[in-house]
Structures are given as structure tokens and as C-alpha cells.
């Protein structure tokens, strides 16, 4: 058994010696050298030639394309802001010049012999407005500067009342009894005119609407009541009378015919 392992221990040391040897003294002449076997890097299937360090070209990969760029939305249009308006310049609209105005309206016996009423103008235009060969006269201007009411015998007999356009278009007969109605006045608000009138066989005050009807007696009274005017207000109807045996007291009544007194 020692025996055996001496041996095993001899063999070893031979073994290394012999290895130590060849490596000191290089190999035996006539060996062929064997060269370590590299295995190429393998790239697509393409080895390089053995013994070349170049590197090796893939054959079969597609050549690198540029990368395609990537699509990206267009910049939006800059917004423009918001223009502001040029500031707006109001012409101002032509003004129309006023006419003239009524100065006046008044009643005037033409050379002829004839009373005629006339219109009289703030630039000094006086219009004829009338042009009748009859009497018309004791006019009186609308409140509201339109019409004019007037008394006239243009109907061939005693005076009427009549009423007609400022310019004497429009001629209306508002009153017919069979004797004379004169003096006519518009009321404040142009809705009743008040006149004397003959018709019961002495001067009474009347008042009537502006169309000519609802006409009533307010003094109902055998002296003669004449001349009516009208309050401010509408409400009265001012008066003279002899009802008093004076040659003329002044007097109020309400606009209804009642509250006949003298005037304070």
C-alpha cells in the first residue's frame, strides 16, 4: 500500500517535470503550432475573415435610416388681439331751422269795407287769411296754435261761428241759429270754446265743444251777459253783465254755468 502511493507520488512528479521542461524549451521541432481557434463575432450571419481585427459589417440588417423627424404640429397662427375701433364721431344732425312763429291774430276792415282776420309772423309776414267779401272777425288762436275760431256772416245772414287752419284751409261752421253768435273763445285745454250769442233774444254766454256740439246757455239770465274769457285753469268763465243796472260789472261762474257772482 506504501509502496503504491510512493509510486503514485513519482508519476505526478515526472509528469510536472516533463510539463515544466516543454514550456521552458518551446515545443518539439517538426510540431505543428497550433494556433487557439477564435471564433469570430458573428453579426447578421457574416463572420470576418479569420486573423483581421476589422470589425464586421452586417449583411443582412437593413442599413440605419435617419430617423424620420418627428411630426409636430405647426405653431397656431398668433392670434391677433383685439383691433380696437377708432372712436366713433357722431355728426350731429342738421337742426332744422324753426319757422317763424304767430305773433298774433287779429281782425282789420280792409280798404274795401270788408273785416278780414290776418295772421301776423315773427319775421314780420302778415297773411291775409280770410280773403272774403263777407264780415269775419273776433278771432281767437288754439292753445295749440293750429286753428283758428272766428265769427262770420259769410253765411248770408247774422254771424256764425266758424273755425278753420291757421293758413284759412279747412273753413267749418260750427254754429246755425237764427241770430247772431259772436266773441268765441278756446278754452285753456282747446277742448270747449265759450261765445255770446242773440239766440234767445238777449246776449247770453254759451259754451260748446270744439267740434260744434253739446251747445248750452251758462247765464240763462234776461240781462245781457256778454264777452266770456276764460280762467287760467279752465275751471271759470269770466263775464260782463248789466244784470246789475251798471254798464258792465265784471263776473265769474264756474266753467258749468254755476256760482254766477261778481268778480272779486
Known sequence: ????????????ALALF??????????????????????????????????????VQPTNVPPTEAPAPIATESPPEPTAGPTALPAATHTPLPTATPGPTIVRVYASREAVGATEIFVEYSDGTVVNVTNHPA????????????????????????????????????VVQLTDAPS???????????????????RDGNYEIYVMNADGSGQTNLTNHPGKDLEPSWSPDGTQIYFKTDRDGNMYDDYVMNADGSGQAPKP
Not at 500500500?1 to 505526478?12: D, E, G, H, P, T
Request: glycine fraction near 12%; proline fraction near 10%; aromatic fraction near 6%.
Open 1 to 12: 500500500m506504501q509502496i503504491f502511493s510512493c509510486k503514485r507520488l513519482f508519476v505526478a
Open 18 to 55: 516533463v510539463i515544466v521542461l516543454v514550456l521552458a524549451c518551446g515545443p518539439v521541432a517538426g510540431a505543428t503550432k497550433v494556433l487557439p481557434t477564435v471564433t469570430p463575432h458573428v453579426v447578421g450571419g457574416t463572420a470576418a475573415p479569420a486573423g483581421t481585427d476589422a470589425p
Open 135 to 170: 264780415e269775419d272777425g273776433y278771432p281767437d288762436l288754439s292753445p295749440n296754435g293750429t286753428r283758428i275760431v272766428f265769427a262770420s256772416t259769410r253765411g248770408g245772414g247774422p254771424a256764425h261761428i266758424y273755425v278753420m287752419n291757421v293758413d284759412g284751409s279747412d
Open 180 to 198: 247772431g253768435d259772436t266773441l268765441p273763445v278756446w278754452s285753456p285745454d282747446g277742448i270747449k270754446i265759450a261765445f255770446q250769442s242773440l
